[in-house]
């Protein structure tokens, strides 16, 4: 086994499938989005056509959706999933921001945290989307003063209560829509089976990110390690497991092999699934080099990959390429090509 090609492949950074970033979303089941701008490269990079302006388009037109999900940090999520995973993760995550509240010594009652869900909803419905600063000066409109921190964790409570979720795209700042407009609520919203859930979301996983282990599973969803296991096995056979380097490897029976080309360079975004994907990333990221992709924070850095090993940095927002390397570097044709593809994105 392969391992870091067979994640290119399915992870579709090697030979992608897909067409539309909304298709890649879906097919990743969920992505980190912790840097507004790079997240978009992330997307676009899995597709045939790397296109910021398809990205925009489906951003904007409620098909790719940003909100606060998974370990309390930014995931995108395709609005076909939207409502479920929800209704899946949003309890701990509630739960989570509760105790994050109660360790600042924050408490919001309920009648304020109705009264400001209130005005927040009706900003963002009036203005389709709105920002924070919109939201403050309709705050003090209404006689409400929030400090910074206070106001985030209402804007994340509205989030999780599906309130609220990403709105338009603007080059440098996040806005927010009213999520029954840009996300309309199907009606077996109210029904949606926890286990059916569960198992499809454990499935997207796997599709995208084999070959993976339980404890990557657990880190990534952050989720129980019980509530794990169970998607697995709700799966049956639809996965199964392989040994390797000492550690067991799950696989989905869809899992992709063919299709990968040596000398593949990828210049990869920071916070991208690649790394963040995984509890462990050794297999791709040598752990004498890991202080050059991540720190002990959980700030990532951007990589570059070639053959599915990370082997240096590089600069998004430079005119030209600009490079970095610790181990195996590929030719400067290599990395002029890949940067050659990033260019084409901006500009489509």
């Not at 497991?241 to 067991?248: H, L, M, N, V, Y």
């Amino acid at each position: 086994m392969n391992p870091a090609a067979i994640r290119l492949l399915n992870q579709h950074l090697a030979a992608p499938r897909f067409g539309d970033p909304a298709a890649v979303v879906a097919h990743m089941g969920a992505m980190q989005a912790q840097e507004y701008r790079m997240v978009r490269w992330a997307v676009a990079m899995r597709t045939r056509r790397p296109s910021a302006s398809a990205f925009k388009a489906a951003f904007d037109g409620g098909r790719i959706v940003r909100l606060h999900l998974m370990r309390g940090t930014w995931q995108l999520v395709a609005a076909e999933d939207y409502w479920t995973w929800l209704a899946l993760c949003a309890p701990k995550a509630i739960a989570v921001t509760k105790g994050w509240m109660a360790g600042n010594g924050i408490s919001i009652p309920a009648r304020e945290q109705a009264r400001v869900r209130d005005i927040l909803a009706r900003t963002a419905a009036a203005m389709g989307s709105a920002t924070k600063d919109d939201f403050v000066r309709a705050l003090a409109a209404a006689g409400v003063r929030l400090d910074a921190h206070r106001l985030s964790y209402h804007i994340r409570m509205a989030e999780f209560e599906g309130t609220l979720c990403s709105g338009d795209l603007l080059p440098m700042e996040t806005t927010y829509a009213l999520a029954s407009a840009k996300v309309p609520r199907p009606r077996t919203a109210d029904k949606i089976d926890r286990d059916e859930a569960l198992a499809l979301f454990t499935r997207k996983y796997f599709q995208s990110r084999q070959p993976a282990t339980l404890e990557d599973y657990v880190w990534w969803s952050g989720m129980t390690v019980a509530d794990c296991r169970r998607g697995i096995a709700l799966l049956g056979g639809a996965l199964r497991t392989e040994r390797f380097a000492g550690r067991d490897f799950i696989l989905s029976d869809a899992c992709r092999t063919r299709g990968f080309r040596r000398k593949t360079t990828l210049l990869v975004p920071p916070y991208d699934e690649y790394l963040i994907g995984y509890k462990s990333r050794d297999l791709v990221l040598p752990p004498e080099h890991r202080h050059r992709a991540h720190n002990n924070s959980g700030i990532f850095q951007p990589i570059i990959v070639r053959d599915g090993q990370v082997c240096g940095n590089w600069t998004p927002y430079a005119k030209a390429p600009r490079a970095e390397f610790f181990a195996g570097a590929p030719s400067p044709e290599e990395v002029q090509a890949a940067w050659q593809q990033y260019e084409i994105y901006k500009t489509t």
